[in-house]
């Protein structure tokens, strides 16, 4: 048996809070979960899904990423001077602060 909903009122739009919406995409990206089954339980379009994610994580969208400033006391031997040290997709990368801004840039990009 089919299922419809009636949207009634000026607007004929569902309204998804942002806590729905985090839900939804959270639910669609886990591990094992295939978007489009959770797109069909949601009742909404796939392509909405992503949508929702790209909006949703503003500090991709900007192009900047959260940076924690810390002070390494436990620096390895060997490793002298200050470094940028990265965690990106669990892949660590100590660039020296010697390194020109391009080939930092080019080395970081690499590993997107």
């Known amino acids: 048996m089919a299922r419809i909903e009636v949207l009634t009122g000026r607007d004929r739009r569902r309204r998804w809070s942002e ?6 995409v959270r639910a669609a990206f886990a591990p094992g ?5 959770v797109a069909r339980r949601a009742d909404v379009h796939p392509g909405q899904i992503y949508r929702w994610r790209r909006d949703l994580d ?14 390494n006391e436990h620096q390895a031997p060997g490793r002298p001077g200050e470094a940028i040290e990265l965690e990106l997709s669990g892949v660590r ?4 602060i010697a390194t020109s801004p391009a080939l930092a840039a080019s080395i970081v990009g690499a590993l997107r």
């Not at 503003?58 to 924690?68: D, K, L, M, N």
């Not at 990368?93 to 020296?96: A, F």
């Open 58 to 71: 503003g500090a991709a969208a900007s192009g900047f990423a959260a940076v924690i400033v810390s002070q």
């Open 19 to 24: 806590d729905q919406k985090r839900a939804v």
């Open 33 to 37: 979960a295939v978007v489009s089954d």
């Open 93 to 96: 990368l100590r660039i020296p």
